[in-house]
């Protein structure tokens, strides 16, 4: 299915993909992010990477299901927005909780695990963004699709990371790693979901 305004698709995406960004961006300059405005840009960007992680594994397994092939034409800036987000989550962290002090947040990674699991999800997210380009598909051929396959991978750390620090009220955590689970089924048992979108196709 192409719908007729594919042109206007990506910039209007790109342009979605901003409002969390700049809701923050704004409750920054009004102050208006609560008591504890750190602890809120923390929080809320780390909802918004894991999010984000989890829209770009859906991509995929939902232009199976629909036929939408425009979906892949939007995979890419999903995952750079992904990476986007937790970067700017690591940077809230790093500069505005620990105002840059690397000692703290070298220990931080290395003593406690949730820091060690999401700070190892961004840096596996680092070759993704960079050979996310033409010219690196290109190069790297048949590798290129291996490598990508670390998404799955990078979503488990973040769903795990999140688990890891909530202490009391678990659903979220549990909602994401449902969602999760979903998505992987899907990429293992490709036949079966297959079948779903010839059904999805015959709807009237
Ligand atoms: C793929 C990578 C990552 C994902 C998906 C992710 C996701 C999340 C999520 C969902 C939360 C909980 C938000 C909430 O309470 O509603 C969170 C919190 C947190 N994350 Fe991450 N994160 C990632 C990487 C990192 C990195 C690299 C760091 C720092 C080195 C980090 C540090 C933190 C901290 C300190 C909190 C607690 C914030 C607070 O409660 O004050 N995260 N993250």
Redesign the pocket.
Known sequence: MNFPWSRLLKPVVFLICLIPFAYLLTGVFTENLGA?P???L????????????LIVLAVTPLRRITGWRFLIKLRRMLGLF?FF???V??L???VL?LTLDWSF?LE??LE?P??T?????????IPLAVTSTNRMMRWLGKRWKTLHKLVYL??L???I??WW??KKDLQ??II?ATILFVLLAMRVNKKYFNSLSVLASKLP
């Open positions: 504890n750190v602890e809120y923390a929080r809320s960007t780390g909802d918004w990477s894991l999010r984000f992680l992904a987000y937790v970067t989550h690591l809230v962290y790093a909780d947040l931080d990674i406690r949730y820091i699991i999401g700070f190892t999800a961004w840096v596996l997210l990078i979503g750390l973040g769903v990371h999140y620090l909530i979220e955590p994401y």
